[in-house]
T-cell receptor, first 113, second 115 residues
């Protein structure tokens, strides 16, 4: 699985849009990009997944440029409850390596009143 | 409600006393996995299972055993726990449809302390 690099921490305020960028320079052709969210003492929770361009769901948007060497998770109008650690993972859906999720240190997002 | 459950949620034990942490999922998922999470080290995979009676080592399997006799259950066994196994443990499951193979559903976690 491709290694990812994210900022260690970010701060924001309620109501702002937060963008967390992840670098994955060695991403392979078959790799998908997935983001998880983890609250303290809870298991990670799937947020969004994409392959290229833009993906949007009810929680977030994921922007992936054409070269796919990076991706940006966008959280619109964050609230205090969005304070969590966000992990970017890159993996292959179809090959034998898909079953291993390698979590990096993640980005610790703190949302302030 | 679709979920992954773990028991116990908290456990304090002593070195060498065998223990089992249970994991159960009600989503009929083929794939199940155990992770441990330690400060500064993130989540690391211990063991995983692709289906009943099929298990394989993850990144940190030493000191752990698993079994998969039923599809829904994937217990983690510590035959002789040691203090370095003090950690937060997560069980996860995932379907193997080829469509959502990266989407794993995590349990609430088990905080284990070995004295």
């Amino acid at each position: 699985l491709a290694k990812t690099t994210q900022p260690i921490s970010m701060d924001s305020y309620e109501g702002q849009e937060v963008n967390i960028t992840c670098s994955h320079n060695n991403i392979a052709t078959n790799d998908y990009i997935t983001w998880y969210q983890q609250f303290p003492s809870q298991g990670p929770r799937f947020i969004i997944q994409g392959y290229k361009t833009k993906v949007t769901n009810e929680v977030a948007s994921l922007f992936i440029p054409a070269d796919r060497k990076s991706s940006t998770l966008s959280l619109p109008r964050v609230s205090l409850s969005d304070t969590a650690v966000y992990y970017c993972l890159v993996g292959d859906r179809g090959s034998g390596g898909y079953n291993k999720l390698i979590f990096g240190a993640g980005t610790r997002l703190a949302v302030h009143p | 409600e679709a979920q992954v459950t773990q028991n116990p949620r908290y456990l304090i034990t002593v070195t060498g006393k065998k223990l089992t942490v249970t994991c159960s999922q009600n989503m009929n998922h083929e794939y199940m996995s155990w992770y441990r999470q330690d400060p500064g080290l993130g989540l690391r995979q211990i063991y995983y299972s692709m289906n009943v009676e099929v298990t394989d080592k993850g990144d940190v399997p030493e000191g752990y055993k698993v079994s998969r006799k039923e599809k829904r259950n994937f217990p983690l066994i510590l035959e002789s726990p040691s203090p370095n196994q003090t950690s937060l443990y997560f069980c996860a499951s995932s379907p193997l449809t080829g469509l959502d193979t990266d989407t794993q559903y995590f349990g609430p976690g088990t905080r284990l302390t070995v004295l």
